[in-house]
């Protein structure tokens, strides 16, 4: 038999978290971000339970390639856009759309011999200080990239910082507002926080991610808990092993676990090469044979120690779910001092996938 864990994607998820997300914006259109294969999910997974979208958006373009030989034959975004000159090749055979952010990938579309232009997203850097055209710059660059013959359409583009906390997104809607005054044009700004939280950066196109697949902007699930938004992967595994502790027994790598008393405790086939974070500390919520426990000690490798004392029937061969529709990553991940998104993405290749409708 096989180790027992197991990454469970639900597909019909996928579905309603779409529709979520165009109800929260229902006269944009939707970039469904699968960067990161699809934030660990894997692309060929879950691109048909999303097809219902208007366009993918993702960074790699191997994936963009696997996209389209898949049969989607809609829009796909580069979020980061072309990283050589030559790659406007592949761009060109394959249609994609990309960002632009820097004045030699304008020099090169223009240089490129294409069958066809391309549609290009135009990034300003409205305050998130990584990719973009300053906003002074805007209307210079703007201006020469309409000039150019092998663009088709161009969108403006920018990010937000602060969407998914209280500053908002006052000033960099501010920033965008200035530079692009007398722009006339497509934008797509909202990112997951703003597609939920803030309509007035909804524009043409929205870019959700993480909502996508059930976890929250801000890490925190108290603040998606009435949205309707469903979990998409459930990561679950099984009690290995048991061990009765006596007072001042001790647990795992560093003894950082003490036992106060006696204490059954249980041994589960998951570590930190599955995916799961090393760093989480005892206390970290765990949902065994259906009781909400916790980690104990240090996360090893291939193993980690729970506290089955909330669970006393419980025994070898428990249900184990690390997070999932009934643990919310969110809270996995605020217990570890990290966000959803990265459990999602650090999920490892030995973890075998299994999809649900």
Not at 225 to 244: C, F, R
Not at 260 to 285: K, L, M, N, S, W
Not at 337 to 354: D, K, N, Q, S
Request: charged share 15%; hydrophobic share 45%; proline share 5%.
């Amino acid at each position: 038999m096989p180790r027992p864990i197991t990454a469970t994607l639900h597909l019909g998820a996928f579905e309603n978290n779409l529709q979520v997300v165009r109800r929260c914006a229902p006269s944009a259109k939707v970039w469904s971000v699968v960067k990161a294969n699809a934030y660990g999910h894997g692309i060929k997974h879950v691109w048909r339970s999303m097809a219902q979208t208007d366009g993918f958006a993702l960074l790699d373009l191997a994936e963009a390639i696997m996209l389209r030989e898949s049969g989607w034959q809609g829009p796909i975004l580069l979020l980061e856009g072309f990283f050589k000159a030559q790659d406007l090749a592949l761009l060109d055979r394959y249609r994609l759309t990309t960002s632009v952010h820097s004045d030699w990938q304008l020099a090169a579309i223009a240089e490129a011999k294409l069958s066809a232009p391309l549609d290009v997203y135009l990034k300003v850097n409205s305050g998130m200080n990584r990719l973009g055209f300053a906003p002074e710059r805007l209307h210079a660059v703007w201006l020469k990239a309409q000039q150019i013959s092998n663009i088709a359409s161009l969108t403006l583009m920018s990010h937000f910082a602060t969407a998914d906390g209280p500053q908002g997104v006052e000033a960099q809607m501010a920033t965008i507002k200035t530079a692009a005054a007398g722009i006339t044009a497509p934008r797509c700004l909202a990112n997951s926080a703003a597609t939920l939280w803030h309509p007035e950066t909804h524009c043409s196109w929205v870019r959700p991610g993480i909502v996508l697949y059930g976890a929250s902007p801000s890490g925190q699930s108290q603040d998606i808990a009435d949205s309707g938004l469903q979990p998409t992967m459930t990561l679950s595994s099984e009690i290995i092993g048991v061990q009765t502790l006596k007072q001042n027994d001790q647990v795992g790598y560093g003894w950082r676990y003490r036992a106060e008393g006696a204490q059954r405790i249980g041994v589960v086939a998951c570590g930190y090469a599955d995916g799961y974070p090393r760093h989480a500390q005892t206390g970290t919520p765990v949902w065994v044979d259906g009781v909400l426990t916790r980690t104990l000690g240090t996360v090893s490798m291939d193993m980690l120690a729970v506290d089955l004392t909330p669970c006393p029937h419980a025994d070898i061969g428990a249900e184990v779910e690390l997070w999932g529709r009934r643990l919310p990553v969110d809270d996995v991940a605020a217990a570890a001092g990290t966000l959803g998104y990265e459990l999602l993405t650090a999920l490892a290749a030995r973890v075998p996938i299994v999809t649900e409708a």
